[in-house]
T-cell receptor, first 109, second 114 residues
Framework: GQNIDQPTEMTATEGAIVQINCTYQ??????LFWYQQHAGEAPTFLSY??LDGLEEKGRFSSFLSRSKGYSYLLLKELQMKDSASYLC??????????WGAGTKLIIKP | ETGVTQTPRHLVMGMTNKKSLKCEQH?????MYWYKQSAKKPLELMFV???????ENNSVPSRFSPECPNSSHLFLHLHTLQPEDSALYLC?????????????FGPGTRLTVL
């Protein structure tokens, strides 16, 4: 079966760095997406990786290793507004998105 | 209005009621999606419309009935729901067609079935 694993909850301190991991087993691979979802709001697109390596976008970076079925989202210089859930999703060979359950990130002052 | 909008934002209904959820996208997209989001569970894809044709129906009970009158509007008609149907219902849209596509979401309708 297809499976996406990510930690349920993480806690970090304002100003610090946090890495949210995502491992996947899917039927084929057409890229991996990260979304951010604040409580009661729409998931918003953060990043898309289809090639191995690190993609940097401001304070957020996303890494992919296709051989290991592994990705991480790196958040630097954490701010209170980064408190949210982070959703990992893989596009399979049928171009369907397979979703993880999300990681709730709690930022403490 | 920009992006993807959903109404109502909150809905409480009894098991015998009939109600409808509405989604509208202002992005010029051709594909629209309904998802169910329950606490601590992955998003569950319910229905997909691509160029107004329904292309996915992931074993969703018949008490949920989608309607896509045009590429900008999507409805989810609800009838005789069960308490376990209480969840956040998210609508999304994307460019559509074949291949890799980024989905853009609305804020969801929080549904409570009593």
């Amino acid at each position: 079966g297809q499976n996406i694993d990510q930690p349920t909850e993480m806690t970090a301190t304002e100003g610090a760095i946090v890495q949210i991991n995502c491992t996947y087993q899917t039927s084929g691979f057409n890229g991996l997406f990260w979304y951010q979802q604040h409580a009661g709001e729409a998931p918003t697109f953060l990043s898309y990786n289809v090639l191995d390596g690190l993609e940097e976008k401001g304070r957020f970076s996303s890494f992919l290793s296709r051989s290991k079925g592994y990705s991480y989202l790196l958040l630097k210089e954490l701010q209170m507004k980064d408190s949210a859930s982070y959703l990992c999703a893989v596009m399979d060979s049928n171009y369907q998105l397979i979703w993880g359950a999300g990681t709730k990130l709690i930022i403490k002052p | 209005e920009t992006g993807v909008t959903q109404t109502p934002r909150h809905l409480v209904m009894g098991m015998t009621n009939k109600k409808s959820l509405k989604c509208e996208q202002h992005l010029g997209h051709n594909a629209m999606y309904w998802y169910k989001q329950s606490a601590k569970k992955p998003l569950e894809l319910m229905f997909v419309y691509n160029f107004k044709e329904q292309t996915e129906n992931n074993s969703v009970p018949s008490r949920f009935s989608p309607e896509c009158p045009n590429s900008s509007h999507l409805f989810l008609h609800l009838h005789t729901l069960q308490p376990e149907d209480s969840a956040l219902y998210l609508c999304a849209s994307s460019q559509g067609g074949q291949g890799v596509d980024t989905q853009y979401f609305g804020p969801g309708t929080r549904l409570t079935v009593l």
